[in-house]
């Protein structure tokens, strides 16, 4: 069984930084893709940002020269560093790991989202 653990997150004054991370544990054979999604009330899940096991990186537009991931692959973490944060960054931000367990053979596949963190851009 595969486990995440998000921290970080809080509350920020426009033009703050924060930094999330997410750590996998557990029966973990391998991790294709970590990632980082957010979602406000009424509205659809999106994809803030996401890292490959090769170390390739995609982002939003919206966040495109702000925020930056990445990923300890010893530690099986991934980071989101955010920096000069608007309010309309204000969201609950959910950290997603895919990947393969090794709690069978073959090892098969495992998409865990985590439980959120609130992340809140106000003066």
């Known amino acids: 069984q595969v486990q995440l653990a998000e921290s970080g997150g809080g509350l920020v004054q426009p033009g703050g930084s924060l930094t999330l991370s997410c750590a996998a544990s557990?029966?973990?054979?391998?991790?294709?893709?970590m990632g980082w999604y957010r979602q406000a009330p009424g509205k659809q899940r999106e994809l803030v940002a996401s890292?490959?096991?090769?170390?390739?990186?995609n982002y939003a537009d919206s966040v495109k020269g702000r925020f930056s991931i990445s990923r300890l692959n010893a530690k099986n973490t991934v980071y989101l560093q955010m920096n000069s944060l608007k309010p309309e960054d204000t969201d609950v931000y959910y950290c997603?790991?895919?990947?393969?367990?090794?709690?069978?053979?073959?090892?098969?596949?495992?998409?865990?989202w985590g439980r959120g963190t609130q992340v809140t851009v106000s003066s």
């Open positions: 997603n790991v895919r990947g393969y367990s090794s709690s069978s053979d073959p090892p098969s596949v495992f998409d865990l």
């Open positions: 557990g029966s973990i054979f391998s991790i294709v893709a």
């Open positions: 890292v490959n096991s090769g170390g390739a990186t």
